[in-house]
């Protein structure tokens, strides 16, 4: 329920927002699979449409959650991923302001990343991260896979035609920087920085959905 709870609720403020938001993913890797993540819900450019939506009760047939309902949920997150073996360091902020959400911790492995980011998933997500692994990294190969593609259609379609143009300006970036220079990527939109130790991916939300692009990519780095 948490899961599905933190997903709705974000889902919905993307709605009623109307405008443009930005989802965005930040990981540093250590050579030994170890690292940081950052993890940022953007809603900056539609803050003033915010203001006054968060003054209602309901929008376009849409609750409207109140600022504590919003600090409850991601709460019960952080609770849950402070509980997640190979995490530490958790932190989290909500700029109401700005409109701006993050949550950002250490891990130990990419397999205590993976459980991070099921609690950002449904249920049913959450079992194919799972499966599948969201993050594999292969020290031994000295390559990282991002294997995971959100499945955004099943939302998608539960919405109306109005209410859809907001995804035409949304974006999902990931960001992944690494010790090693990045020799080759196999997603030909990502971007590959002059140090050649980071990576940046920034793809239109629309595009995710209608199966137009993707943000799996995998990155083989120097020995």
Do not use: W
């Not at 991601?74 to 109401?96: L, M």
């Amino acid at each position: 329920m948490h899961n599905k709870g933190i997903k709705v609720l974000f889902l919905g403020l993307f709605i009623l927002c109307t405008s443009c938001f930005e989802i965005i993913e930040e990981v540093s890797f250590n050579k030994d699979g170890s690292g940081h993540v950052t993890l940022t819900v953007n809603l900056s450019k539609s803050r003033t449409k915010l203001n006054s939506i968060m003054l209602l009760d309901s929008i376009n047939n849409y609750k409207v959650p109140s600022k504590i309902e919003i600090k409850n949920k991601i709460a019960q997150v952080i609770q849950k991923i402070k509980q997640i073996e190979g995490i530490s360091n958790v932190k989290n902020s909500s700029d109401f302001n700005d409109y701006i959400f993050t949550v950002s911790c250490n891990f130990t492995n990419v397999e205590a990343l993976n459980t991070v980011i099921s609690n950002f998933s449904s249920k049913k997500e959450a079992s194919i991260i799972k499966q599948q692994q969201h993050f594999s990294f292969d020290t031994s190969q000295n390559t990282f896979t991002r294997n995971y593609h959100y499945d955004l259609s099943q939302e998608f379609k539960k919405t109306n035609m109005e209410d859809r143009k907001v995804f035409e300006t949304a974006t999902m970036t990931t960001i992944y920087r690494f010790e090693s220079p990045i020799i080759s990527s196999k997603n030909p939109t990502a971007k590959i920085s002059g140090s050649k130790k980071a990576i940046m991916l920034r793809v239109n939300a629309q595009d995710i959905i209608k199966n137009k692009n993707t943000i799996k990519n995998q990155i083989k780095l120097q020995k």
